[in-house]
């Protein structure tokens, strides 16, 4: 047997039983989560032997779904001897699921490797308790992508929601974490109620709440619009959808790094997988206009979590609002697809499917290591602060090195990852004109250029952040004593690095794993014109991109030009203190700030934001200057809403007298009612 | 063939790395004569890059390799720019490697690392620089996404080569969504280029400064890197408006050999010193705005650029 037959057999036998390995790998999850009780104090052997296992079973996820997504063959399903009588799990993994489970993989096997050199002993909940919590949110997110009936899937979404909970609430001793912790569960658990309501709507009369009979059952379009609506509003909130953005800025800064990291990276994930499979899987009916709601509401938060970001000081809050506006874009390209689909122009809706699928799988990797970034500089410095921060760079070299592929990443550079998406996306705007609707076709190559205001304001968001906590001078003379990531914490961080830079350079991967979905989902695939060195989506001589071709040009010119300036000229270099105009007094706090970095955001973009801000007089003896910005949101709905629950709360316990006598004649009154009933 | 298409490439990037400081030397020029000045002589810039390229850097003592690696960046990154544009011919091997959207992403790129690399010491002025910069960036890239819209619009590509292949085909009327488009790309171009009314590059005083007080803290070889990339930036700019808006005399895929060649050369020339002259005398006509009136001046060539669009759409409709 020679060595490339014995790739391909293993291939088959991957492929021939990928819901086996699967499963093998969730309880493999669950087994991780289960053995920290073994020795329920030890960091040493929960954090450094459980976590780099459960990397490689993360390797093992991305493999198998590869594997699947590569052989694009039928789904295969299974029913688990599981669950309650006459109603057992059905689990199926088609490319859909298949894509998801390689993001989850991929990411995650960086996040975990991150995780076994991150977590310290003594800092929130027992480490046995964080492993369990850990693992099991891992394990139920696999378990969300694979149900195949509204059970599962609801049992497995609220392990995750729970799971999820535990781990922002690790630090639980201080308050403001738990509030986020809680406003993230209340929710967690709005949006399990629309979903809940959203598959009882989807069995159309059938009463049956399996996936396949929800694909079987005939809808009217009213009908349809209706789980259409509930979906957006279950999964919405979970994905981060504006307005239902509010818990994202306050549970992820909660969370230790690599929670944040998975919650960002890969449970957001799980909310666009649900729009996917509810709206292009499950539903037959598709209307125009769910697709120009869903391009509306992408497009709004896209634009406040980028302006929004722009203006926050605490470095994980920013990357939170980033993540609104990733999921935004990633809303856009659903919304594109799907009005699309419905206008009969398949090969676009595939174009635009595509764009958001790569910018999930993109997120995935990007968001994750610059969460992770910060928890490293968060145990360097102990602050998330990012007026107390700053030339890091010359501290934490390896972290800044990867960081700054995270940043260029992020703000969508040739030729890195995030680039290859935001292209696909444009690209797929420019045909809407071609949609048979008069005053959509006008309106929507201005959400384009919406697009790409957003697109830019992400790149002026991650020059503050690398800039701010990377560059410049410290700000605290207590930064010299930070330190650089340990060696697991930047293995880590390197895997998420090099997919950064892989998926940006041979975006031909990407585009065919994603080519697997949209056949599947729409029987059209994009990029017949795509080679090895390029990308054309449509045709090569209307577009075309070479990630790798870019790379390599620039970096030979940078080469040759290296060579050639120490050929003709010479290298000689002086070391002195900075020029500055001139200007010797120059002390670090001279240099600008997050909110100076924020201000012409905040001067332009007024509307978003509610500000308070204390201006300090001319006679102050100690002049302060004090700026606190807020969401109109929170104002405009949220505490109205919380207000007029905790009224009637208070209507209702007029009905609670104390009084036992009281109590027995409610019992009364509700048997006369039931009576009345019956009879 | 192939290797001719190669050699027409490395021709087309070898004068694009020649010509682009006398180009910018070329707008000074027609500056000064516009403002009774005496005017410095046409080949001044390699004056300067030579002196620059022979002095020893003075680096600051926290400059990161981030600092030091950024002007070779900028000029690798802009070279290979100039060799996706199509200034010469529209047969290029490199040209398929970028479409007109992905361009903006080179430029952006440039824009991205210069601002990092101002961060990078910790001088107040570095670090004024690099937000305003950033700012002024985030308001031109939709507009310039509209203008390349209406190209699409007009001839349903965004590869270069593709449009300057349409758009010389001879037409009866010109597009009015053109002029829109035209008119919004030479705003957009002024602001990206650091150009009066945005930016003036012939400033000394560091408050007002936006490109300027970026590279205040780059001396000698870096400092040459730098503005050798600034001018072949304008000259990239210069050449994708060409090949948008004014595609005549480049050499078009089939009719390319030697004399086409040459012609295409004239050509260029040609249209760099009629486009330096109106440059130059747009900037001399009008006066530097304050940063906040930046926003509007942006939206104004934005605003241009959808009416473009809207044109179109509804002459089609």
């Known amino acids: ?679 | 063939m192939r290797g001719i298409s190669f050699l027409r490439q490395f021709v087309e990037i070898g004068l694009a790395i020649a010509i682009a400081p006398l180009f910018s030397g070329w707008i000074a020029q027609c500056r000064a004569w516009l403002q009774s000045r005496s005017a410095p002589p046409l080949w001044q810039p390699y004056r300067m890059l030579r002196k620059l390229f022979h002095k020893e850097v003075a680096l600051a003592t926290d400059a990161s390799p981030l600092f030091r690696a950024t002007p070779y960046v900028l000029f690798g990154t802009m070279v290979l720019a100039a060799a996706i544009i199509p200034s010469l011919v529209t047969d290029l091997p490199f040209a398929r490697v970028a479409d007109s959207i992905a361009l903006i992403g080179l430029f952006a790129t440039v824009r991205v690392f210069l601002s990092l690399a101002a961060m990078d010491i910790g001088t107040a002025f570095g670090t004024l620089g690099a937000r305003r910069e950033m700012m002024i960036g985030f308001l031109a890239e939709p507009a310039l996404l509209m203008v390349l819209f209406n190209a699409f619009l007009l001839f349903g590509k965004t590869a270069l080569p593709s449009l300057v292949e349409g758009s010389s085909a001879p037409r009866s009327v010109v597009d009015p969504s053109v002029i829109f488009a035209a008119v919004a790309f030479i705003m957009v171009l002024l602001a990206e280029n650091a150009r009066i009314p945005i930016d003036n590059p012939a400033t000394h005083l560091e408050l007002t400064m936006i490109h300027e007080s970026m590279i205040l803290e780059y001396s000698a070889r870096h400092l040459a890197l730098v503005e050798w990339a600034s001018s072949l930036k304008l000259f990239n700019y210069a050449c994708m408006g060409f090949a948008l808006f004014a595609p005549w005399g480049i050499a078009t895929h089939g009719a390319d050999g030697g004399a086409a060649l040459l012609l295409a050369i004239a050509a260029l020339i040609g249209k760099l010193v009629i486009a330096g002259t109106v440059l130059a005398l747009i900037e001399s006509l009008s006066a530097k705005l304050r940063i906040f009136r930046a926003p509007e001046y942006l939206a104004m060539s934005f605003l241009l650029a959808v009416l473009g669009l809207l044109v179109h759409l509804l002459q089609g409709a």
């Open chain 1, 1 to 679: 047997m020679n060595f490339p037959n014995s790739i391909s057999d293993v291939m088959a036998v991957l492929s021939a039983n990928g819901l086996r390995f699967l499963l093998t790998f969730i309880v493999t999850y669950v087994m991780l989560g289960l053995m920290g009780w073994l020795r329920p104090h030890s960091i040493r052997y929960v954090a450094r032997v459980l976590f780099p296992i459960g990397t490689l079973v993360c390797l093992g996820v991305a493999v198998v779904a590869g594997v699947h997504l590569a052989k694009a063959q039928t789904p295969e399903v299974m029913v688990l001897p599981l669950g309650l009588p006459d109603l057992p799990f059905h689990i199926r993994l088609d490319p859909l699921s298949s894509f998801f489970l390689l993001l989850l993989g991929l990411a995650g096997a960086g996040i975990s490797t991150f995780a076994a050199g991150y977590f310290r002993s003594g800092e929130g909940t027992a480490p046995a308790l964080l492993g369990l919590h850990y693992h099991v949110f891992l394990a139920s997110m696999a378990m969300v992508i694979l149900a195949d009936d509204a059970y599962l899937f609801m049992v497995a979404w609220e392990t995750m929601a729970l799971s999820s909970y535990f781990l922002v609430t690790s630090h639980h001793r201080i308050p403001e974490i738990r509030m986020a912790g809680f406003l993230y569960l209340v929710m967690a658990h709005v949006g399990a109620i629309c979903i809940l309501l959203c598959f009882g709507v989807l069995q159309g009369g059938s009463w049956h709440f399996t996936f396949d009979a929800m694909r079987g059952a005939s809808l009217t379009p009213f009908v349809g619009t209706t789980a259409f609506l509930l979906a957006l509003i279950g999964f919405g909130a979970k994905a981060g959808l504006v307005p239902m953005h509010v818990w994202l800025p306050e549970a992820h800064p909660a969370a230790p790094s690599p929670v944040s990291a998975m919650m960002s990276g890969l449970m957001l994930k799980t909310a666009i997988y649900g729009v996917l499979r509810i709206s292009f899987d499950l539903l037959h009916v598709r209307l125009w206009w769910w697709g120009v709601l869903l391009l509306v509401l992408g497009l709004f938060s896209a634009l406040f979590g980028a302006v929004f970001a722009a203006v926050q000081t605490d470095m994980k809050r920013l990357l939170a609002y980033s993540s609104i506006e990733n999921v935004g874009l990633i809303f856009t390209g659903i919304g594109l697809s799907i009005l699309f689909e419905t206008s009969n122009l398949h090969l676009y809706a595939a174009l635009a499917l595509s764009a958001a699928l790569i910018h999930s799988l993109n997120h995935a990797f990007f968001k994750s290591l610059l969460f992770l970034v910060t928890g490293s500089v968060l145990h360097a410095t102990k602050t998330r602060n990012l007026g107390k921060l700053g030339g890091l760079i010359r501290r934490m070299p390896w972290v800044a090195t990867l960081a700054l592929i995270g940043t260029l990443s992020i703000a969508g550079l040739p030729p890195f990852n995030g680039f290859v998406s935001e292209w696909l996306l444009l690209q797929s705007f420019l045909f809407t004109p071609q949609i048979p609707h008069a005053f959509i076709n006008m309106l929507v190559p201005l959400g384009a250029a919406a697009l790409a205001l957003t697109v830019a304001l992400a790149a002026y968001v991650m020059v503050k952040f690398y800039g701010i906590i990377f560059l410049g001078q410290p700000r605290e003379s207590s930064l010299v004593n930070a330190h650089d990531a340990n060696w697991l914490e930047r293995l880590g961080l390197g895997w998420l690095a090099l997919g950064c830079i892989l998926i940006g350079v041979l975006p031909q991967f990407a585009l065919g794993a994603a080519a697997a979905v949209t056949d599947n989902l729409l029987n059209q695939t994009v990029a017949p014109g795509s080679t090895v060195w390029w990308i054309a989506p449509i045709a090569p001589e209307q577009a075309s991109y070479s990630g790798l071709i870019l790379l390599a040009g620039i970096v030979s010119v940078v080469g040759v030009t290296f060579v050639l300036v120490r050929l003709l000229a010479h290298g000689r270099v002086r070391r002195t203190a900075p020029w500055d105009c001139g200007y010797p007094w120059q002390t670090p706090r001279m240099q600008d700030t997050a909110e100076g970095f924020g201000q012409p955001i905040r001067h332009m973009f007024g509307i978003f934001f509610r500000m308070e801000r204390d201006m300090p007089l001319p006679t102050d003896i100690v002049p302060r200057y004090r700026i606190h910005l807020e969401d109109r949101w929170w104002r405009g709905i949220y505490l109205p809403i919380a207000r007029s629950v905790q009224g009637l709360a208070n209507a209702i316990s007029i009905l609670q007298g104390g009084r036992l006598s009281i109590y027995l004649l409610y019992s009364f009154l509700t048997l006369l009612g039931l009576l009345v009933f019956v009879l």
